[in-house]
């Protein structure tokens, strides 16, 4: 199966930062690649499908860039309630569905 | 109001099989794929099975391949997932989603879960 990775693990920013996730993929992808948020004690919520397509209902603070086998999940400014554990997801059905490890946002 | 619920989750002793439904509404449940996902406690996302539309064409993890079988019925607007020869790794909290259309996996509802322990 394909392997996502993602960086960092964890991060620490100050309310209105601009806050940048990498994720890689083992092989390309294309751009079947989606990004999801998962609050405290909540299920996840699909942010972003095709690598840049803002889902409906999420704030214009969340863009997603790439293709291949690198992406980026970017906040433009942080806020309180973006505190959550940010997964990227390889949506190829020839390379299975599997999600990065993860990365945790916390405000400073 | 689209939903997703889960039921099925149990205590099973290692070597048992439970099997997982997840009952669909709001939408037509034949236009979208599906998916389980398993989250174990404290840990990140972990994909499990998928199934398209009409349910010809299954996925599976390597994590459960040859022992779980994810299936759906239509009709009935109901997706499973059959577990088998269940291991003490396969303790976790289990969702259904949908995927965003007949044969494309980006998940975009999500159920509660349903939780499985194996001990």
């Given at each position: 199966d394909i392997q996502m990775t993602q960086s960092p693990s964890s991060l620490s920013a100050s309310v209105g930062d601009r806050v940048t996730i990498t994720c890689r993929a083992s092989q390309g992808i294309t751009n079947y690649l989606a990004w999801y948020q998962q609050k405290p004690g909540k299920v996840p919520e699909l942010?972003?499908?095709?690598?840049s397509t803002l889902q409906s209902g999420v704030p214009s603070r969340f863009s997603g860039s790439g293709s291949g086998t690198d992406f980026t999940l970017t906040i433009s400014s942080l806020q309180p309630e973006d505190v959550a554990t940010y997964y990227c997801q390889n949506y190829n059905s020839d390379l299975g569905f599997t999600f990065g490890p993860g990365t945790k946002v916390d405000i400073k | 109001e689209v939903q997703l619920v889960e039921s099925g989750g149990d205590l099973v002793q290692p070597g048992g099989s439970l099997r997982l439904s997840c009952a669909a509404s709001g939408?037509?449940?034949?236009r979208n794929a599906m998916t389980w996902v398993r989250q174990a406690p404290g840990k990140g996302l972990e994909w499990v099975s998928a199934i398209n539309g009409g349910g010809s064409k299954t996925y599976n993890a390597d994590s459960v391949k040859g022992r779980f079988t994810i299936s759906r019925d239509n009709s009935k607007n109901t997706l499973y997932l059959q577990m088998n020869?269940?291991?003490?790794?396969?303790?976790a909290l289990y969702y259904c989603a949908r995927g965003n259309g007949y044969n494309s996996f980006a998940f975009d509802i999500w159920g509660q879960g349903t939780v499985v322990t194996v001990s």
């Open positions: 942010l972003i499908s095709a690598a | 939408w037509s449940f034949s020869s269940l291991r003490a790794e396969d303790t």
